[in-house]
């Protein structure tokens, strides 16, 4: 009966679970919102830097070459801020889980409390920092080159979109799936080589939790809000999974 209820259903309802456990746990609150701040700090330091910085220069150089006019050269000025807060976005939201690495760490460790899981030995503050690198790198080198590969094959061979859309979606839910279950995984010296074989164990948990973050992840800021209850699903998962067998 345990094997059965460590399925998909299982994986893709596990955010819900995660969610009442993080607001049932005061203690994480503090660290569940370090992400959105963090995130929030450097759009604002992109969108500031370009008004103080890029709008004048941009302004008073076309309005010297007389190319666009006064106009014309206002008009330019607040799109280059427009633009670099478009890429200040990407970039933060970009940065932000490896920042807020630390954060997550203590999220993991607050639900294996709740969890009585046995203790482990904590890591130092920068080695939180490589944890979350890791976990990005990993997740964009192992999904990102299959993902453009597809896109760009799909371009070529458009009847192949039937085909090559649903692969694409099952790569990223398992590229989500991944860098979520990295954070407990890593935490307790689980090495790439032995989470590879954890992801093949269990397919259909770790496909159906990929999937429910992956629906989110869509939604603009909705992945940087609901990063901690990723990372506590992940590690609610693992520990329900480790106790199954």
Known sequence: MAGRAIGFWRGFTAPFGALASLAG????????????????????????????????????????????????????????????????????????????????????????????????????FFAEFGCGVRSLLLSSALTLPVVIGLTLLEMVAPPLAVVVTPLKLLLGALGVAWGLFDYPLTLRGVGARERFAFMKRHFAVVLGFGAAFSLVFWLPCFGILMLPVGVAAATRLYWAIERAQ
Do not use: D, I, N, Q
Not at 84 to 90: E, F, Q, T
């Open 25 to 124: 746990m005061p203690a994480a609150w503090p660290f569940v919102v370090v992400p959105a701040l963090v995130f929030t700090l450097l759009e604002a330091t992109f969108v500031l830097l370009a008004w103080k910085f890029l709008k004048p220069w941009v302004g008073e150089h076309l309005a010297s070459s007389g190319s666009f006019g006064h106009t014309g050269g206002m008009v330019a000025a607040w799109l280059s801020v427009l633009l670099s807060a478009a890429l200040g976005w990407l970039l933060s939201a970009f940065l932000a889980p490896t920042l807020s690495s630390p954060a997550l760490e203590r999220v993991v460790g607050l639900v294996e409390t709740s969890l009585a899981a046995p203790a482990r030995a904590p890591l130092g």
